[in-house]
């Protein structure tokens, strides 16, 4: 049994972890791309940044459908890496962080609402905890995750190898300003094996 530094065994602690943002969404362009090592039943997008290719992810097509429908990545995005020690150096996924639309919490209230008793105590209530909301969620609006790919930097190409942090910072700084050297498509390699 080999022991895989990046998967941590029973009772061992998980492997640290650095995150690293861009500080301002950035344009990123997605398209579909042929690969004969795409499971079928799969399709491989490709996120290119001032047109070069900077990830690739396998996904279901339903997937890519809404991605497209929706045109997700018509405006910048933040981008975040998340990186771990692991062999061959450094593994990172890299996600592009989108808005989720506003959820329907602005339904007008039941008109029958008013008259059954302890209503205006409930809504004094709701008020009170919505306005302390407000005022904590106004300035970040909710996003999820979308992963645009892996990404590898080998531990000899490592700049900082002292300090993961740093490290994160400078793979996610290089993939944005198009100094990428670090291999883009490696989730597909290790999805299939190869």
Do not use: K
């Not at 007008?108 to 009170?128: F, I, K, L, N, Q």
């Not at 909301?133 to 080998?154: F, K, M, Q, S, W």
Request: charged share 25%; net charge negative; with cysteine.
């Amino acid at each position: 049994m080999t022991d895989d530094a990046a998967t941590p065994q029973p009772g061992e602690p998980p492997t640290p972890a650095a995150i690293a943002a861009t500080e301002h969404a950035v344009q990123i362009t997605v398209g579909l791309l042929q690969d004969d090592r795409i499971p079928d039943g799969m399709v491989c997008m490709g996120s290119y940044r001032n047109g070069r290719l900077i990830a690739r992810s396998v996904l279901p097509p339903e997937a890519w459908s809404q991605i497209h429908e929706y045109g997700i990545f018509e405006e910048p995005v933040q981008i975040v890496l998340v990186a771990r020690a692991a062999p061959p150096g450094l593994q990172c996924q890299l996600y592009a962080m989108v808005p989720l639309p506003e959820d329907e919490a602005d339904e007008p209230d039941e008109p029958w609402s008013a008259s059954v008793p302890g209503s205006s105590y409930e809504a004094s209530v709701d008020g009170a905890e919505d306005s302390d909301a407000e005022t904590d969620d106004d300035d970040d609006p909710a996003v999820a995750p979308i992963p645009l790919g892996h990404i590898v930097r080998y531990e000899r190409d490592r700049v900082h190898p002292e300090s993961l942090p740093l490290e994160a910072v400078d793979v996610l700084r290089r993939i944005i300003d198009g100094e990428t050297s670090e291999v883009v498509d490696r989730a597909l390699a290790d999805l299939l094996g190869l």
